[in-house]
T-cell receptor, first 112, second 114 residues
Framework: DGGITQSPKYLFRKEGQNVTLSCEQN?????MYWYRQDPGQGLRLIYY???????QKGDIAEGYSVSREKKESFPLTVTSAQKNPTAFYLC???????????FGQGTRLTVV | DQQVKQNSPSLSVQEGRISILNCDYT??????FLWYKKYPAEGPTFLIT?????DKNEDGRFTVFLNKSAKHLSLHIVPSQPGDSAVYFC?????????????FGGGTRVLVKP
């Protein structure tokens, strides 16, 4: 089945540790995105990538890093520099030039 | 500075009646608008889209209306069903801007009462 897989669904980390969230898609989409959702708020864009080996900062990129070594994969690292990392993280992909984005099931990260 | 706003955080409607969700935007570069539905602890699922060259798009029980001059769009769900209870996000995109990235509103939580 084609889709976007985020793993794990729930993740717990201690403060000060870096953590990497996985996002894999088999939809053959060029574009991939990372969003963050906080309670009662909309989705805010962290990073996006339109092609392999290229990515751009979104609206809230500070404290995050990404890589796009393969078309299928767009992992997000939440670094210790991110001041408030506890949130629900959503990965999405889309056809380059198309407006519709398809989302994964999300990863809830809790930093204690 | 929120470029896409959903001013009603919640909406309660009786089953079978119409649900009307509203969305306002400020960026005149936006030319595609989308609605997504989201259940708790899941990713959003795409519902319907409209381009700025149209003022209405219909798909089954869902209709989106766009008023460009007012920078306003709305989603109508008729008839509302209990399974429609979810959070609905309005999103906008500027096709001429790099990345085709979506800007989301804050969401409206819809509760459909049986």
């Amino acid at each position: 089945d084609g889709g976007i897989t985020q793993s794990p669904k729930y993740l717990f980390r201690k403060e000060g540790q870096n953590v990497t969230l996985s996002c894999e898609q088999n939809l053959n989409h060029d574009a991939m995105y990372w969003y963050r959702q906080d309670p009662g708020q909309g989705l805010r864009l962290i990073y996006y990538s339109q092609i392999v080996n290229d990515f751009q900062k979104g609206d809230i990129a500070e404290g995050y890093s990404v890589s796009r070594e393969k078309k299928e994969s767009f992992p997000l690292t939440v670094t210790s520099a991110q001041k408030n990392p506890t949130a629900f993280y959503l990965c999405a992909s889309g056809v380059r030039g198309n407006t519709e984005a398809f989302f994964g099931q999300g990863t809830r990260l809790t930093v204690v | 500075d929120q470029q896409v706003k959903q001013n009603s955080p919640s909406l309660s409607v009786q089953e079978g009646r119409i649900s009307i969700l509203n969305c306002d935007y400020t960026n005149s570069m936006f030319d595609y608008f989308l609605w997504y539905k989201k259940y708790p602890a899941e990713g959003p699922t795409f519902l319907i889209t409209i381009s700025s060259i149209k003022d209405k798009n219909e798909d089954g029980r869902f209709t989106v209306f766009l008023n460009k001059s007012a920078k306003h769009l709305s989603l109508h769900i008729v008839p509302s069903q209990p399974g429609d209870s979810a959070v609905y996000f309005c999103a906008a995109s500027a096709s001429k801007a790099a990345g085709n990235k979506l800007t989301f509103g804050g969401g409206t939580r819809v509760l459909v009462k049986p």
